[in-house]
């Protein structure tokens, strides 16, 4: 294979550009911590670790990519059983800055967005039935939703107008930019079949969304909160 990437190549052009926009992303997430408030601290400091590790993946598909022309969706699940916990940690750590959130709340999220991960990633290696790995992982991403929309973060997330607007805007990423891993597993595994290399693309320009606009929002209302309100 040739050890560079063609102009004309969609796939690795898009590995390139995310490895590239990940790793301009935690510098800027870690250089800006320091203008945040204490409390928003460990926010963004979960934020730049999911960039550190979206980085190395990329960077490590881009490179698999050009030696090989193959980018198997299931290394992947390695990115994905890292930064989506840690994202959804990044929200209740956010909002318990402002207000007291249950420990349990805290490790029924972890739990419920491990599960959107694992039962995938054992459907689609084989190691238990596809179907059942789709179940099990949307039960995981709509109990995960059901707390955002429902349960007790949500009602925290009421209580202070700014974070309302980011807390709403986050729920947004992981109802919708959520949505696109399920259903490609199902196009996969379920659906007749799907071109591995478009799906490729498909969740490369995906994690824009629901990794780099994911962080931006945080970082907002990190540094909005500590901003003086101004009257009307």
């Known amino acids: 294979m040739n050890q560079q990437i063609s102009p004309t190549d969609i796939v690795g052009g898009s590995f390139w550009l995310l490895s590239i926009a990940m790793i301009a992303a935690v ?8 203008k945040v408030e204490g409390k928003w601290e460990t926010a963004i400091t979960l934020v730049g670790v999911v960039m550190v590790v979206a980085a190395a993946q990329y960077y490590y598909l881009k490179d698999l990519w050009v030696t090989t022309g193959q980018a198997p969706l299931v290394l992947r699940y390695v990115d994905w059983a890292i930064s989506r916990p840690v994202q959804i940690i990044a929200i209740y750590v956010l909002l318990s800055a402002l207000t007291k959130l ?25 190691y238990m039935s596809a179907t059942l790995g789709f179940l099990i992982g949307m039960v995981g991403w709509l109990y995960v939703l ?5 349960g007790e973060i949500s009602v925290a997330a009421e209580d202070n107008e700014r974070m309302q607007i980011a807390f709403t805007s986050l729920r947004l990423i992981v109802t919708i930019g959520w949505a696109i891993y399920p259903l ?16 490729n693309v498909i969740y490369n320009f ?20 500590g901003k003086p309100r101004q009257r009307p």
């Open 146 to 150: 059901g707390e955002l929309y429902l």
């Open 206 to 225: 995906a994690d824009v969304l629901n990794k780099l606009i994911f962080g931006v929002v945080i970082y907002k209302a990190a540094i909005d909160s």
């Open 184 to 199: 490609g597993y199902f196009m996969q595994h379920l659906g007749g079949g799907v071109d591995v290399n478009t799906l």
């Open 27 to 34: 510098f800027f997430f870690f250089a800006e911590k320091s």
């Open 102 to 126: 249950s420990t349990p709340l805290f490790w029924r999220l972890l739990v419920g967005s491990l599960l959107t991960v694992v039962a995938e990633f054992l459907g689609s290696a084989g």
